[in-house]
C-alpha cells in the first residue's frame, strides 16, 4: 500500500466511525418495561439494588409525557427535560421496578404514574358504584383497574391495556363467569392469555406476558401484567361483578 492509498484508508475509517457515532447520539431511548405490579400489602415495588450502568444512564430526551411527570414528581412542568427533570423521573421509575430507569418521560412510566397517583382514593370521582360485595372496577378513561368491597379497595389501582378503537371493551355491568388459569386464545394464533377471567362474550381480564403495551390497544380483553393478573386471579372467583365505564383515550368509544 502506498502512502497515498493508507491516508485514504486511514481518513475512510475515520468517515465511518464519525458516522456510527452520530447514530449512536440520535437513537432513541430503549423502551420501558414495567415490572410486577406491587402487591396490596406495598404501594412501591422496592428499587433494583443492583442497576446496571448502561440501563440507569439518565437520558436527555423530552418524552411524550414530560409535563405530566414533571408535575408528578414536583418539578416546573415547562415540558422539556433537563438534568434535575431526569433524575427525579428516574428515582421515580426505580421505586416502581420499571426499567430501564433512564429518566424518560415513556408511556409505560406515564401509565405507571397514573395508577400511582390514583392509590389514595381511586375511586374519588365516585365512578364505580359501591357495593356490599366486591367489584371489580375499570376506568377506561385513565386506564387503571381496582377491586373494591363497599369503600373499602381490596386491589389497590394497577395499569391496564383496554379495547382499541372499534374492539372497545364493553361498558357496563359484568359478571364473571368462567376462569382459565393458564387459557390459549382459539381466535389470535394461540396467544397467551394467563389467569384469564371471562366477564363478557369473550372479554376477559387477564396477563399479558411481555410488553404491555405493544401493539396498542386490545381486542377488547382487560389485559395486565402477569403479576398483577395473577394477584387478581387469586381475589376474585366466579360470579364476581366487574362495571366497566369511560372512554379510552384514542376511541370513539
Keep these: 500500500m502506498t502512502t497515498g492509498d493508507a491516508a485514504g484508508a486511514i481518513g475512510r475509517a475515520a468517515a465511518t466511525a464519525a458516522i456510527l457515532a452520530a447514530a449512536a447520539l440520535a437513537a432513541p431511548p430503549p423502551a420501558a418495561v414495567a415490572a410486577p405490579s406491587p402487591a396490596p400489602s406495598s404501594p412501591a415495588a422496592s428499587p433494583d439494588p443492583s442497576p446496571s450502568p448502561a440501563a440507569e444512564a439518565c437520558t436527555t430526551w423530552t418524552g411524550p409525557y414530560q409535563r405530566e411527570l414533571e408535575a408528578h414528581v414536583g418539578r416546573t412542568a415547562d415540558g422539556t427535560q433537563d438534568a434535575g427533570d431526569c433524575e427525579a423521573i428516574r428515582s421515580f421509575q426505580r421505586a416502581n421496578g420499571i426499567r430501564p430507569a433512564n429518566g424518560y418521560a415513556g408511556l409505560v412510566t406515564y401509565r405507571t404514574m397514573v395508577a400511582v397517583a390514583a392509590r389514595t382514593n381511586?375511586?374519588?370521582?365516585?365512578?364505580?358504584?359501591?357495593?356490599?360485595?366486591?367489584?371489580?372496577?375499570?376506568?377506561?378513561?385513565?386506564?387503571?383497574l381496582w377491586v373494591q368491597r363497599g369503600r373499602t379497595v381490596v386491589f389497590p389501582p394497577v395499569p391496564v391495556r383496554t379495547g382499541r378503537d372499534d374492539e372497545e371493551t364493553r361498558p357496563g355491568w359484568h359478571e364473571i363467569y368462567w376462569r382459565s388459569e393458564d387459557h390459549v386464545s382459539t381466535l389470535y394464533d394461540d396467544s397467551p392469555m394467563p389467569y384469564a377471567q371471562f366477564f363478557d362474550?369473550?372479554?376477559?381480564?387477564?396477563?399479558?406476558?411481555?410488553?404491555?403495551?405493544?401493539?396498542?390497544?386490545?381486542?377488547?380483553?382487560?389485559?395486565?401484567?402477569?403479576?398483577?393478573?395473577?394477584?387478581?386471579?387469586?381475589?376474585?372467583?366466579?360470579?364476581?361483578?366487574?362495571?366497566?365505564?369511560?372512554?379510552?383515550?384514542?376511541?370513539?368509544?
Excluded: F, M
Excluded at 405493544?214 to 366487574?242: F, I, K, M
Design 122 to 144: 381511586p375511586n374519588a370521582a365516585g365512578d364505580c358504584p359501591v357495593r356490599p360485595h366486591r367489584v371489580t372496577c375499570v376506568d377506561l378513561e385513565r386506564q387503571i
Design 201 to 253: 362474550e369473550g372479554q376477559a381480564l387477564h396477563g399479558r406476558p411481555g410488553n404491555l403495551y405493544a401493539h396498542g390497544g386490545s381486542a377488547g380483553c382487560v389485559n395486565l401484567t402477569v403479576p398483577a393478573a395473577r394477584r387478581l386471579w387469586d381475589l376474585l372467583t366466579e360470579g364476581d361483578a366487574v362495571y366497566v365505564w369511560g372512554t379510552k383515550p384514542g376511541t370513539e368509544g
